[in-house]
């Protein structure tokens, strides 16, 4: 099921087996703990870091009863652990696991192993707003990683993400372009590892407003990955992305593909609830809105607000920001009671905000106005108000 992309049926086949192997398993055996690891890690790739942690900390409970503290098969579940800390914002204790691994890694000789782990630490660090200190680890990575080396590669790509923070905008290009080089002429072993480089080095081209640039290594990353077992969840998210920026830069008719693609795939993977689904639905609206059929697009943006609402709460900006959409539609439509009752929902939800969202109130109320005069006839009445989303100008 994981192979083929279906990660959110994978994992309740990964609890079965867990709990059966808890009945009829010695309660120290390697057996077990690596069940419980197998399912930390099936909870972890659907994003359930909440559910994954315990678990995770039951497979390094048996790992160090019988390997020890600073056993290299302790540092495997550690490993799994900093996933979970991090998923969860709790980037300190991540940290602390982290460097565990590290003095296990290094104790060992494993090079390209503390490589690894030392990019994920200094990745934690940029988190916690020390990127001086994860500056200097990935110098070191730099200096005992080969020029060649994928390791290296990483290293560039976690530095150009420090640069871009600093608005160094070219001194961070040029670090991914050297790590382009490398991850073009290096044929890796581990696929996922070089689609994630790939991704992350477009969304850094993206955030420097690199559009063509992002959207072609995006399309690169989806061709590399083709064919290969247990991806779907990045090519679904890279789908997504592509069509949010083909939405962006106007080429609706190519967004709209990609959209689909992504929601198929990101509902296999991560469930029907996951967030980036609901944000893929909304998407797919906006398009819709964009091609002039506004009928069809309150289909997804009701599938979009009912998954962003229950991710993030009523008084989210995206939650509250899906509501205009359907106001938008409804005003198209000229269903201007409907656009009217979806304003009003529109306003009562920045209301419950607090003080802080006078400026989006008194929007709220000038577009209700412009709804009131629409229904009656007023040619200087401008709305619907809608169009296409604006990247955010801190990521």
Request: hydrophobic fraction near 40%; aromatic fraction near 8%; charge should be negative.
């Amino acid at each position: 099921k994981t192979a083929i992309g279906r990660r959110w049926d994978a994992v309740a086949s990964f609890q079965r087996a867990l709990e059966l192997k808890c009945r009829f398993l010695n309660a120290g055996s390697a057996e077990l703990g690596d069940a419980y690891r197998d399912a930390a890690e099936a909870y972890e790739g659907v994003l359930c870091f909440d559910k994954a942690l315990p678990l995770c900390l039951k497979a390094l409970e048996i790992a160090e009863k019988r390997s020890g503290e600073g056993s290299a098969e302790a540092a495997k579940v550690r490993r799994i652990l900093v996933v979970a800390y991090t998923g969860m914002g709790r980037n300190e204790e991540a940290l602390e696991q982290n460097e565990l691994v590290r003095m296990e890694y290094e104790r060992l000789g494993l090079d390209a192993e503390l490589s690894l782990v030392e990019i994920d630490g200094a990745s934690l660090r940029i988190l916690l707003g020390r990127t001086e200190d994860a500056m200097n680890d990935l110098k070191k990575v730099m200096k005992r990683a080969s020029k060649e080396s994928e390791e290296r590669a990483l290293a560039f790509v976690a530095m150009a993400k420090i640069l871009c923070s600093e608005d160094r905008s070219s001194d961070s290009t040029r670090c991914l372009e050297i790590a382009r080089e490398t991850l073009d002429a290096k044929r890796s072993v581990n696929t996922e590892r070089v689609a994630g480089a790939y991704t992350e080095i477009s969304m850094l081209y993206e955030s420097m407003n690199e559009f063509e640039m992002s959207l072609c290594l995006m399309k690169k990353t989806l061709a590399f990955l083709e064919g290969a077992s247990g991806m779907q969840h990045i090519q679904g998210s890279i789908s997504a992305r592509m069509g949010f920026l083909l939405l962006l830069t106007k080429r609706i008719d190519e967004s709209v593909p990609f959209l689909e693609k992504a929601i198929e795939k990101l509902k296999n993977c991560f469930g029907p609830l996951h967030f980036g689904l609901g944000f893929a639905y909304k998407h797919l609206g906006e398009a819709y809105i964009e091609m002039g059929q506004p009928e069809s697009s309150l289909k997804f943006f009701g599938l979009a607000s009912d998954i962003i609402n229950a991710a993030f709460g009523p008084k989210h900006e995206d939650s509250i920001e899906i509501i205009q959409c359907i106001a938008n539609a409804y005003g198209l439509m000229g269903s201007y009671k409907y656009a009217m009752d979806f304003q009003q929902r529109v306003i009562d939800a920045y209301e419950s905000c607090g003080p802080g969202s006078a400026y989006e109130i008194r929007e709220a109320h000038r577009l209700l106005e412009q709804i009131r005069k629409k229904a009656e006839g007023s040619p200087s009445a401008v709305f619907p108000a809608n169009s296409l989303p604006v990247l955010p100008e801190n990521r």
